[in-house]
């Protein structure tokens, strides 16, 4: 057990370790992670605008913290936040002036405060201070500052970080009026359930019209529970997005660019999953702007701008799905030396000159970074497309738009939920297949006399061409076409397509399966369901089907 | 693995194409007629498809396309053999295709012989020895399922993953 090696540092002896203890531990550590959150962002909010209002709250919280830790025996952390309470204290009467030394001296002392109790800390800057001389040098400014009053030295102490925990306990607040709730609809359901079980005794008094609709009424409270179970997953964004202020302001300190950090939709919701996800590829696309878009004050003046460049991170919901965007008003992508790097790379062909959406689709590409100079931050030899990657696991994809002079804007569009989905049911054969309802758009009936034999085809759809996909014929399934097919027109980046299928089978919510260690990230597929009857049908990846048909077609056939 | 080192250990025979084969019994979680089997387009080969097992999806592997073995006609006896198998760090519950159950024997290890240089139906590293049964003094081949699923298997279930033409590897010699 992790938790265990964690007492181990500390001053609890292993045996003392009990499963009680353990459980109070694993709940101040939720907290605490909680409460170095919100010390941090109000530190970070005390940098911007001082003022009496927020320094009693985070007085108040650092106390909290320090009973906390004072209960599970973390002294060192003990003593680091009283030392940072006493600071707080000076600045609060105004004895000692805010500066970004100071600041980021206080920000550090949160970070071992991380590290004591076990959590990771939040900054991973090369400059990081060990916890002795956070310890230290906070001591000193506190001397410095009020010379009258003499603290007795506490004794060196060895500061033992504790193991940073990694499996910590997944846990998640939940209101009490849902739980309620559910526990409601838990309730009616079993009502429902026992009158349903008492008619389908008597079956011969009731009529089947009957039955079903007492089976629907348990239906529709089963429904409203399963949304509520959903809507408990879900968790408000500004939770993942809270942490990238103090990059940016870190980032921004390290290479002399002043960065504002802005947040807009922190209170969008969604799938806890997801909001832990999407960490990774936002700490790429944030450092990546700062690295690259972002200019130094002096540049940005003479190009005219304000000296203080604006990062904003943004969330929205965007017709059922949720849309993550990472928007900087720095220098923008360079054209040119994108496409000179995807030409030396090979990507790109010498007289080939792709639209400006494709052009910056290459920046996504593995293996492409166009970082001249190696830096910390950006050349550890990964590119952006470790955040597509990410974000296709998602199930979700990534845009790039950029003006030159003007900024870039990364857009991340996610599913709201990765559990369940509105999925549109197709039969070939014996098989079914599930389509992601959000890819469909309508549905038409492919006449004999407009299909053509073969794995691909055009249908002239109100008069315009649509390419279409028999999906008998890409999987391999055997078996002779019927007289009549159905055609599910998909929407994908450059137009519409059409999938052939047998028969339509109707909508419905699908409950996402995993497809197990040796199906899984198959090119086309993005999981299974289970159906009705306890087969078991594949969901298909729109995207991932259309562009493995565009790769397989000829070149000449996609330009 | 404890089948190899305790004193007496059972075993599950079953039979793949006329031949008997035996898994240690504790990896073997239980045994279910073979039912509607969903194919995977893009799986590897000796991947029959997925199957429902109680609310998860699980894969069947048809074990006599992995060990080069004449394939299996699907009769009325035909099963899958639920196991557990160690891959990595993970434990995952996979499906085995049998023509049959055979019976559960109990091998100590004066039954259990080296397998031969050559001469068996499967490759000697997919064995862990041959197991004598009875008075007839019939040989069984005790598999290694660990062995038959691993390393490369799952390397190539994942090199179908890239989509093809993503590859950057005929770009390197331009970059000089």
């Known amino acids: ?559 | 693995m404890s089948e190899e080192t305790s004193a007496a250990t059972q075993y599950l025979s079953f039979i793949l194409a006329g031949e008997e084969y035996a898994l240690g019994i504790l990896r073997v979680k239980e045994i279910i007629e073979y039912d509607t089997v969903t194919r995977v387009p893009g799986a590897p080969v000796w991947v029959r498809g997925v199957f429902n097992l109680r609310g998860s999806v699980v894969p069947v592997v048809d074990l006599t396309v992995k060990l080069g073995l004449p394939s299996i006609q699907l009769t009325r006896r035909s099963c899958i053999v639920v196991v557990e198998v160690r891959q990595g760090n993970e434990d995952i519950v996979l499906g085995l295709l049998a023509d049959a159950i055979g019976q559960v024997i109990e091998l100590g290890p004066e039954d259990v012989a080296p397998p031969p240089a050559f001469g068996t139906p499967v490759h000697v590293d997919y064995l862990l020895g041959m197991g004598r049964v009875g008075t007839a003094r019939k040989f069984i081949l005790l598999l290694d399922i660990d062995k038959v699923l691993s390393g490369q298997e799952v390397l190539s279930a994942t090199a179908l993953r890239a989509p093809p033409g993503e590859d950057t590897e005929r770009t390197t010699g331009k970059v000089a």
């Open chain 1, 1 to 559: 057990m992790n938790r265990v090696i964690l007492a181990r540092g500390l001053l609890l002896p292993l045996a003392s370790m009990t499963p009680e203890l353990e459980k109070i531990h694993a709940l101040f550590l939720a907290e605490a992670e909680e409460q170095l959150a919100t010390l941090e962002q109000g530190l970070l909010a005390l940098e911007r605008t001082s003022g009496p209002q927020p320094l009693a709250s985070l007085l108040c919280t650092l106390h909290t913290f320090k009973g906390g830790a004072g209960s599970v025996g973390l002294t060192a952390a003990v003593e680091l936040a009283h030392l940072l309470e006493d600071l707080l204290t000076l600045l609060e009467a105004r004895a000692v002036v805010l500066h970004a030394g100071l600041g980021s001296l206080m920000l550090q002392a949160v970070d071992v405060l991380r590290e004591q109790v076990g959590l990771e800390p939040a900054s991973e800057s090369a400059q990081r201070l060990p916890a002795q001389e956070v310890r230290r040098l906070l001591e000193s400014t506190l001397k410095a500052s009020q010379p009258a009053q003499t603290r007795a030295a506490a004794p060196e102490r060895p500061a033992s970080p504790a193991e940073p925990s990694a499996h910590r306990e997944h846990t998640l607040r939940v209101g009490l009026g849902r739980l309620d709730r559910m526990l409601d609809l838990t309730g009616e359901i079993a009502i429902a359930r026992g009158r349903l079980a008492e008619m389908l005794g008597q079956a011969h008094r009731y009529t089947p019209q009957q039955l079903l609709e007492a089976h629907r009424d348990g239906d529709r409270l089963y429904l409203d529970l399963q949304e509520l179970v959903m809507k408990v997953r879900m968790v408000p964004i500004g939770r993942t997005f809270q942490p990238f202020v103090r990059t940016v302001r870190d980032l921004g300190l390290a290479m002399g660019k002043q960065v504002r950090c802005e947040l807009s939709g922190e209170d969008v919701e969604v799938d806890t999953t997801i909001a832990e996800l999407i960490r990774d590829p936002l700490t790429h696309l944030v450092r990546n702007a700062m690295d690259h878009g972002m200019e130094t004050p002096e540049v940005r003046q003479a190009r005219g701008k304000e000296p203080t460049g604006t990062l904003s991170l943004r969330a929205v919901h965007d017709a059922g799905t949720l849309l993550i965007q990472v928007v900087d008003d720095g220098a923008g992508l360079d054209r040119e030396r994108i496409a000179a790097r995807a030409r030396a790379l090979g990507m790109l062909g010498a007289e080939e000159t792709p639209d400006d959406g494709a052009l910056l689709r290459l920046i996504l590409a593995p293996g492409f970074s166009t970082a001249e100079r190696i830096t910390e931050l950006s050349g550890r030899g990964v590119g952006m497309d470790v955040v597509k990657r990410n974000v296709e696991a998602l199930r979700g994809t990534v845009s790039v738009d950029s003006t030159p002079g003007q900024g870039t804007t990364f857009s991340l569009r996610l599913p709201l939920t990765l559990s369940i989905i509105e999925g549109f049911n197709v039969a070939v054969g014996a098989e079914t297949y599930v389509i992601p309802l959000q890819n469909v758009l309508e549905c038409v009936e492919l006449p004999s006399a407009e299909s053509r034999p073969g794995r691909t085809g055009v249908f002239s759809l109100r008069g315009s061409a649509l390419p279409y996909l028999r999906l008998r014929e890409h999987f391999g399934l055997g078996g002779s076409t019927p007289a009549r097919e159905n055609l599910v027109v998909i929407g994908h980046e450059r137009g519409l397509a059409g999938l052939a299928v047998d028969t339509l089978l109707g909508q419905g919510q699908t409950v996402i399966k995993p497809l197990g260690r040796f199906c899984q990230g198959l090119p086309g597929l993005s999981g299974s369901t289970l159906l009705g009857d306890g087969r078991v049908a594949l969901i298909l990846d729109v995207p991932a089907l259309l562009h493995q048909v565009l790769q397989a077609a000829p070149p000449a056939a996609v330009a």
